[in-house]
């Protein structure tokens, strides 16, 4: 093996998909000495355990992080009762291939694993799964959990017999390995480390990741694989009458050359919605491109591929862009994990996942949507809202700044109370929310359930926020007398009151971000407090103007009237 080849080992870093094991080992003060045999074993079985239960990967036994490469110390006989103690270490046994090279005159052994569809289990009873550039050890708990939900990654391993060579994108394949600095050789990298070739009667066969992100046609595998991109005139989708879909457009190819036209077709569309709001709305808001980039890479990365019926999907609303992901949460990840920031590491789809790492187009696993939503606060905008779906999940991002000027000027009249960057980003988020939020919008801000309760009952004490309902965890902004539009919640009745004087709960006029049980329960309130008269009884109850609300109305300059008592009353 060449000098270079061998610098490049030295300098390869431990990660995701390899690790590298040293045979010795430098005590404090520099001397060298072997490791005991039994404690190699552990280390080369623990690694390759975890990549198996993971997403494949690479072990190099006899590269050390030192300048030179120390190599095995054992002989042939050696290396092959080490060898036969690996393939029994493990229930079921662990499949890997064993390369033994020859570097600057030492000898390394390369143990090289693919993703497995079992679960590995070491027979002193340990589990791990490797995680970046750790072997995460399992509780019994989380090892059930894992169990039950790995036939969910199997997908994208699944081998298609029909499919050859000649089926894949040779020149997308080529550019992804100039990109790794690999020439030739296409087909033995794609098949390991890869795990995206394999063989039957030894003849390559592809498997659904390798069509899914090289393929010529991957729709001849999967008729929903790639992007739809829909833009809807309004706020709202409508169907039939009002019908209001402007435009609807595909994006297909296989994945490493969908990603590139996706973000030229609706990065252009982003751009020029917000050109036109700016110029004829005034209204500052641009989506960082990294963000709705980030998200639709995750989406891409961990969709469920065997949900053929349905495929990603872009809505484009005057007032916010959604990402529609194919297949719910797994049964290991949990929703609060997302919105707390918690980077969650699971790849539903670990071939896929590791050739958009590699390609430059990921970073490690778990990041993606974290760092959106760092990225919305660096830029002061709202954090997206997630939510799943009867057969998906969706990622909402909002064309409102938490920290727009009429919120700055309006955070001006409690700045002689001393408020951390997350209070008032809570106070300027519960102004365009109706008034209102509640624990859970708190923690999107990146604090957990604790330190947002602490928080939130600083600004109780100080008179800003209240609870609506005793030991409840949602709250109202207390009434502040410069402020011009001051009852949280009246903008959502002024359409009714104008036309009629009076409203039912069923004709709130809510932001899609507002659930209309929080709403009704925040208008009874102020109901209760004067602010309406209500009349009739159960749903059909009506609310009246009131003279308690009359200086409200007064600083909207709303048109208001009081019907007559009779009406008011339902006498």
Avoid at 221 to 243: D, L, M, Q
Avoid at 466 to 483: L, S
Wanted: aromatic share 8%.
């Amino acid at each position: 093996m060449k000098e270079e080849e061998g610098s490049q080992i030295r300098e390869q870093e431990n990660g995701q998909f390899i690790e590298r094991v040293s045979c010795f080992r430098r005590s404090p003060k520099g001397k060298v000495s072997p490791r005991g045999k039994t404690d190699i074993f552990g280390a080369v079985a623990e690694s390759l355990g975890a990549m198996a239960n993971s997403s494949g990967g690479t072990v190099l036994l006899g590269a050390a992080s030192e300048e030179e490469v120390r190599g095995v110390f054992w002989d042939e006989r050696g290396q092959r009762l080490f060898i036969n103690l690996l393939r029994e270490a493990f229930l079921p046994p662990v499949a890997f291939e064993m390369v033994s090279q020859e570097v600057l005159g030492k000898t390394l052994l390369r143990f090289t694993v693919s993703p497995s569809p079992a679960i590995h289990t070491q027979k002193n009873g340990e589990t791990h799964l490797r995680v970046s550039a750790q072997n995460i050890s399992l509780s019994r708990e989380r090892l059930a959990a894992l169990r039950e939900a790995r036939t969910e990654t199997w997908h994208e391993r699944e081998v298609l017999p029909r499919s050859s060579w000649s089926d894949l994108d040779s020149d997308l394949v080529e550019e992804f390995l100039s990109h790794l600095g690999l020439r030739g050789a296409a087909e033995k990298t794609l098949h390991r480390p890869y795990g995206l070739v394999e063989y039957i009667e030894n003849r390559p066969v592809l498997t659904r990741a390798a069509v899914y992100l090289f393929g010529r046609d991957p729709l001849r595998w999967h008729p929903r694989s790639g992007i739809e991109f829909v833009r809807f005139e309004g706020t709202e989708e409508k169907s039939r009458e009002g019908y209001n879909v402007a435009e609807r457009t595909r994006i297909e190819g296989p994945l490493l050359r969908l990603i590139r036209e996706a973000e030229k077709s609706i990065g252009e569309r982003i751009r020029e919605q917000v050109l036109q709001r700016d110029l004829f709305f005034r209204e500052r808001f641009e989506l960082p491109s990294f963000v709705w980039r980030e998200a639709l890479i995750n989406a891409l990365a961990h969709r469920d591929y065997s949900l053929e019926g349905i495929g990603i999907s872009v809505w484009m609303f005057d007032d916010r862009i959604e990402i529609h992901s194919p297949g719910r949460l797994p049964r290991t990840v949990k929703a609060d994990q997302i919105l707390r920031r918690q980077r969650v590491h699971y790849a539903r789809n670990p071939l896929i996942t590791r050739v958009l790492t590699d390609a430059g187009y990921m970073r490690a696993r778990g990041e993606g949507l974290p760092r959106v939503f760092q990225e919305m606060d660096r830029h002061g905008l709202n954090p997206p809202d997630w939510r799943e779906e009867a057969n998906g999940c969706c990622l909402v991002f909002r064309n409102t700044p938490v920290l727009d000027e009429a919120a700055i000027v309006w955070l001006k009249q409690v700045n002689q109370i001393s408020l951390n960057p997350r209070q008032k980003r809570i106070l300027a988020y519960a102004r365009v929310h109706g008034g209102i939020f509640s624990s859970s919008d708190y923690q999107k801000f990146g604090v957990d359930r604790d330190g947002a309760y602490v928080e939130i009952k600083a600004l109780v004490r100080q008179g800003l926020v209240e609870p609506m309902k005793k030991h409840g965890k949602v709250y109202r902004v207390r009434e502040i007398q410069e402020e011009k539009t001051t009852l949280p919640g009246l903008a959502w009745v002024l359409g009714p009151l104008k036309a009629k004087g009076h409203f039912t709960l069923k004709e709130l006029e809510l932001p899609p971000s507002i659930p209309r049980k929080k709403a009704w329960t925040l208008i009874r309130n102020l109901a209760k407090e004067g602010y309406f008269s209500p009349s009739g009884r159960g749903r059909a109850i009506r609310y009246h103007l009131t003279e308690k609300l009359k200086p409200h109305l007064e600083k909207m300059d709303f048109p208001f009237s009081f019907p007559p008592e009779g009406e008011r009353t339902g006498n």
